[in-house]
C-alpha cells in the first residue's frame, strides 16, 4: 500500500506563486514516476504535469506550460509542483499521484497511468 499526502495548496491572487508538495510513504517501487492532475469547478479531473523516475522525463499540459514546474526529491520520496504566474483559471483542487511499478520509458498524462492518488490540495486564485 502506498499513501500520498499532498500540502501547499492555498489562496494567492492572480499572478501570485505557490509550491505543492506530495510525500509519498509505503512500498515504493524504486522507479516510480508521479504525476500531478486537478479537477476545476464543475470539471473531471484532468492531466497537469508528470515526472518520470530519472527526473528527466516531463511533460506538461499545455495550459502551465512555462509557468508550473515539477520536480522531485529522490531521497524525500517527494514530488513538487511549483506554480508561477497563477491565474483564475488555475483555481481547482490539485491531486498528485504515483505511477508505482518500473519504470518502461512513458510519460503518463492519464489517469489510468496511475496506481494510488492523494485527497488533494485546494488553489484558490483571485483576480
Known amino acids: 500500500q502506498v499513501h500520498l499526502l499532498e500540502s501547499g495548496g492555498g489562496s494567492v491572487q492572480s499572478g501570485g506563486s505557490l509550491r505543492l508538495s506530495c510525500a509519498a510513504s509505503?512500498?515504493?517501487?524504486?522507479?516510480?514516476?508521479m504525476g500531478w492532475f486537478r479537477q476545476l469547478p464543475g470539471r473531471e479531473r484532468s492531466f497537469v504535469a508528470t515526472l518520470d523516475y530519472t527526473g528527466r522525463g516531463t511533460s506538461y499540459v499545455d495550459s502551465v506550460k512555462g509557468r508550473f514546474t515539477i520536480s522531485r526529491d529522490k531521497y524525500e520520496n517527494t514530488v513538487y509542483l511549483q506554480m508561477n504566474s497563477l491565474k483564475p483559471d488555475d483555481t481547482a483542487v490539485y491531486h498528485c499521484?504515483?505511477?508505482?511499478?518500473?519504470?518502461?520509458?512513458?510519460?503518463?498524462?492519464?489517469?489510468?497511468?496511475?496506481?494510488?492518488w492523494g485527497q488533494g490540495t485546494r488553489v484558490t486564485v483571485s483576480s
Open positions: 499521484a504515483i505511477r508505482n511499478r518500473p519504470f518502461d520509458g512513458g510519460k503518463y498524462e492519464t489517469e489510468e497511468g496511475y496506481d494510488y
Open positions: 509505503g512500498r515504493l517501487f524504486t522507479e516510480y514516476g
